[in-house]
């Protein structure tokens, strides 16, 4: 049985633009796992039923059924031992987890009232009155709403990164000489945002810039070669 | 030679109100090392000389002299590698990078903004001028305009904290099930604020201050029995 990994997808199958799922595109080419990607649509939840929920990435690994970005991290380091470590350790996966939830907290929730609003241009057809009319209720506003003033308010997110751009004075990665799945959490939000936004959130002189560069590079290209926006 | 911490106090010599050395206090106790903690104030340079710069933490073990608290920590566990792991390895280390720099621009940026005007009080008079002064020339203004409305900015900063609040969910110590380097370099800031000021900058419900407990007790109440303002 082949590996399978349910990713996100709008209405051109190719663009693939969940922060979560790229989390696992990028932890699976760093323990060097092939995969194949099933596009899949918020719509198609009747798809992935078979993992006892309905949110993607769904990872299939033989007879194993994962859901959920940190488990199945969590998973691939238990289940792939030999591999190159995605954590380096158990307090490294502990650390991790504080990792990932400030890219939640502050880089994706962040990104989100910068690009929201370019993502429905970007959505398969059947999937655009859920997209909107979820994130409205989420945010208690119109989508346009939520990103008004972005060219702004933009300072202040980059000021939030602040931590990140401190670490990379004194090293490449989040995870040291090499990126960990630390920096794949945190990279996830910014792939997601080129894949369905021009809007620079980034200055290109920051060294989170550069950082975002060399994942874009990293694995032979993967995150570059995929549909989005330079810039 | 005694192994020695020149370590920032206020009027009362046991008064220990600087985050950097209560790192290092909390470092040299999970490391399991006895330690003389010498009371440094602002204007004593001259004591500390012999460190070539003018900030404490400045650790004297033996022949070896150190100073600043991320040097001091990664000497510690590179010269205790038998004693219990201040990082849990290269990665670990890395990561824990990340949380310093989050608790500096986070943490302790965000408490000074809520509690540098009740250090004064504190200082024994020869640093009264200079804290007062510098303080004034970073912040650009008066130490008391600083705080105000402090009551109604405190939200912000729980908000800020939600990255640990929601690690602390799954896991007791942001090192994971013990507590490290990561959760000492955090605390700092809280012990800080806490030898210096009564005002509650967290709410007694949230799993933060359960967090902060945990700490203030850790090492036989090392934190705890130190001078300060329980609440």
Known sequence: M????????????????????????????????????????????????????????????????????????????????????????????????????WADAVVNAGLARLIVSDIPAHLDPGDLDYFVSSREKRFGMKLDAVTAGREERVAEFRQALHPLRMTLRTQPYIGGEAPDYADYAVFGGFQWARCVSRFPVLEADDPVAAWRGRLLDAFGGLARRAPGYDG
């Open 2 to 101: 082949a590996r399978m990994l349910y990713d996100l997808a709008g209405a051109e199958p190719e663009r693939r633009f969940s922060p979560y799922c790229w989390r696992i595109r990028l932890a699976l080419a760093h323990k060097g796992l092939d995969v194949e990607t099933v596009p899949w649509r918020f719509a198609e939840k009747a798809a992935i039923a078979f993992s006892g929920q309905g949110l993607v990435p769904v990872l299939v690994d033989g007879e194993t059924v994962v859901s959920d970005s940190w488990r199945i991290a969590t998973y691939l380091e238990e289940a792939y031992p030999d591999r190159p470590s995605l954590f380096g350790g158990p307090a490294g996966m502990a650390l991790t987890r504080f990792v990932a939830n």
